[in-house]
């Protein structure tokens, strides 16, 4: 038995790069959850093929509610300007006997610039991720709470705990979280030294003349800057433990993606 | 006269925090085009409401044909994997009497993490713009190439001529070009010091126990890492120039939005 997978469907074949393709929930969700900001993508008008993308901050989470219920597959919970008429939506399409609104997901990280010898074969290093699925308005308080903790702790671990908590009831109403049930989804990661066609590494011109290489890029956090009225004189281990050990990570994973060695030989487009 | 500003639409009105829109059309095309990927989507089925979203590399730019024709919007060009069934949609579109395909393209930039007294008032310094429009596949040869040359530079100018071109036949074969024209357009910029509801800002105990303040965000690009089949020793001034002032820049950005005033009250919820 291998690791658990998405099923493949015709919803999130991958048919280009198929080597770089993953179906791998761990691998999913480690993007999902590692990316600041989703893009949320829904249509407004469903008589218009004509959809709209919003960014917001979201998690993967099981709730233990949905736990214990025999549940076992893990939601993407979503927090960002959830407006009247995207409540209104996901309202109409429970009406209609669907399972919820239609939403897409995307997480993208650019890990590096992979530059080649022609334009045509430039890349980048990164990892990507695509959800599709039903998004709900969670109602269940206790499920709103558990998953307002989840989504701040997301974007710095124990943030949650060292705040002013539990919200209060104006926090509660005014506070709108998506749930996403998850019914496809794929992601796809590029790493590695360039690599160019046949063609061109045949040109003893074109070698001695155009420098080849990969930038690295990722995420960094500087110094933590107090604000105006903050009289904690002491940044807090959470800030301070979170900030270090993510640029180290970011930054080696980043150095050593431009170093693996390059995805087997891409396949012609055959779609 | 004010700087030009795409119009205010039902479809791009923003309605939540009002005072960090803008219709900007220099902002919003600075966005787009300092945002390594592009988050595009469309309706695969227009019988099924069910976006999804591919990332995408873009750019904002006039193609010289088109402006001596006497257009004078700006488009967004658009490189990614452009399967043969987001073309056959394009076509199919078109064959119905739209325009091209319905997409809409979101850009956003993260620039910092707003740490304040309470999980409510969290927030992002962010960058976001979001264009809908209509899509079509670039077929004019000329066109194309301009697109080909203003994509790569959009990753590292000037690197479009430090490689081995022209394209040749294959290449512009199986390069695909988006071009969205864009019919709606609408950005969101938050910069500033924590804000947080006075409600809290009278809290004695939360004052003396939160820390506040902003953790700076910034894409940074580490050492350009030379590929396996490198030969050219010293790193070109176009790769070298672009890493220093980039770093620099965003550097600064994220570390001087995390001082500025915060935004002004942001209104309540009225949608």
Not at 1 to 18: D, F, H, L, S, V
Not at 225 to 252: C, D, L, M, S
Request: charged content about 25%; hydrophobic content about 35%.
């Amino acid at each position: 038995m291998g690791e658990p997978t998405y099923p493949q469907t015709a919803a999130n074949k991958i048919n280009r790069y198929k080597h770089q393709a993953t179906y791998n929930v761990d691998t999913i969700h480690t993007i999902v959850n590692s990316t600041p900001v989703l893009h949320v993508s829904f249509v407004p008008d469903p008589a218009v093929p004509a959809p709209i993308v919003l960014p917001m901050i979201g998690q993967m989470g099981l709730f233990p509610g949905d736990e214990s219920r025999g549940e076992d597959d893990w939601k993407c919970y979503l927090h960002g300007y959830v407006s009247s008429r995207l409540m209104n939506l996901a309202d109409a399409a429970i009406k209609r006997g669907e399972e919820g609104l239609h939403l897409c997901v995307a997480a993208t990280k650019v890990d590096g610039f992979v530059l080649t010898l022609t334009p045509n074969s430039h890349n980048y290093n990164y990892r990507s991720a695509v959800l599709q699925g039903f998004g709900t308005i969670v109602e269940d308080v206790e499920e709103k709470i558990w998953a307002m903790e989840l989504i701040t702790n997301s974007v710095i671990p124990d943030r949650y705990a060292n705040t002013r908590v539990p919200p209060d009831a104006a926090e509660m109403h005014s506070t709108r979280i998506l749930k996403l049930k998850i019914t496809s989804a794929s992601g796809k990661v590029r790493e590695g030294v360039p690599e160019d066609e046949r063609k061109d590494m045949k040109r003893e011109d074109v070698l001695d003349s155009v420098w080849t290489g990969v930038l690295p890029v990722y995420e960094k956090m500087g110094e933590p800057q107090p604000g105006p009225y903050n009289r904690v004189t002491k940044i807090p281990e959470h800030v301070t433990k979170f900030v270090k050990e993510q640029n180290e990570a970011r930054e080696k994973y980043a150095f050593e993606a431009a170093h693996k060695p390059a995805p087997v030989k891409r396949v012609k487009r055959s779609d």
